[in-house]
């Protein structure tokens, strides 16, 4: 039976490439997003790879709509065999005027959601003994930097769950990893390079060569179709033993 991935926040970025490579593939795609072209970016992949598509913009922050986003794709394709936890927000601030307001959307969208979806697609993963759960986390899941609180915090919490599912699914054949890319040139960076360039009293080129780029070895932001190699290795039938692991695609960064 044809496989089929659900991938928060693959109207844009990163989930866009690898909702992409998994129609390439032959998945069927459920396509999630707040952009308001989502539904014409889910017909017009379904027709390029002749897969099944669909569309949903459930607001992450909301956990009823997280949970109606499950149960509309498995009404849809009967099945989730696939689940990759990649929607996040960003926000960058000193710590002293970090918004209550804009840590807690932070830790809703980026950690909160990953748990909400994994536990609603959980029982129907153990019933097909079948189930892989990749999170985008970040190298700012192992590192930290200035400003980025929330971020931070968020994105090492979600490396925290991926250990604990992935020995919650052992037995089941559900395996769960994380993947930490260094940076990568999406809206996401777009809007960071312009709130660091506030930041840090920089210009925005100053900011990509001397704030972003400067933790990694390789000056280049990493390709997005790298993250999607990675996430198709993880979602194959043979890599059921690769489990609670996290991967780093960050040109070097962490290895100093
Ligand atoms: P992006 O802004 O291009 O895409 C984010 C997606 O999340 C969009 O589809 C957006 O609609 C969705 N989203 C945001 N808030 C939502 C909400 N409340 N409800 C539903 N959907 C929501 O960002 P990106 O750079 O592609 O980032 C994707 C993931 O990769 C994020 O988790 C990010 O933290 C992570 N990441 C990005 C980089 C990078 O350099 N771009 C590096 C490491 C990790």
């Known amino acids: 039976m044809t496989k089929t991935a659900l991938i928060t926040g693959s109207t844009s970025g990163i989930g866009y490439t ?8 032959g998945y069927n795609v459920m396509f999630h997003g707040l952009e308001t072209n989502g539904s ?5 992949v379904a027709e390029e ?7 949903s913009n459930a607001n992450l922050m909301h ?21 990759i936890n990649n929607a996040g927000i960003q926000y960058v601030s000193p710590l002293e005027e970090f918004p209550l307001e804009k ?10 959601a990953a748990f909400i ?6 029982v129907g993963m153990k019933k097909n003994n079948f189930g892989r759960i990749i999170n985008i986390s970040s ?8 400003f980025k609180s929330a971020y931070v915090s968020a994105k090492h919490g979600i490396i925290g769950l991926t250990k604990v599912l ?25 809007g960071q390079i312009k709130d660091q360039s506030k930041a840090h009293g920089l210009t925005e080129e100053e900011v990509v060569q001397k704030v972003m780029l400067k933790k990694q070895a390789v000056k280049e932001f990493i390709p997005e179709e790298k993250i999607s190699e990675l996430a198709l290795f993880l979602a194959a039938e043979n890599s059921s033993a690769i489990t609670g692991s996290s991967f780093t695609l960050d040109g070097g960064w962490t290895a100093q």
Do not use: M
């Open 117 to 122: 979806t994994s536990k609603t697609v959980w």
């Open 103 to 112: 840590w807690n959307a932070i830790i809703a969208i980026n950690l909160t």
């Open 139 to 146: 190298v700012h899941g192992l590192r930290a930097s200035e």
């Open 18 to 25: 690898i909702a992409r490579a998994f129609a390439s593939k």
């Open 166 to 190: 992935g020995l919650e699914g052992a037995g089941s054949n559900i395996t769960c990893n994380a993947i930490c890319p260094g940076y990568v040139k999406t809206p996401l960076v777009e």
């Open 49 to 55: 790879y002749n897969v099944k598509t669909d569309f």
């Open 40 to 44: 014409e970016i889910a017909r017009k």
């Open 63 to 83: 956990p009823e709509e997280i949970e109606k986003l499950i149960k509309t794709t498995f009404k849809k394709f009967e099945t989730i065999d696939i689940l």
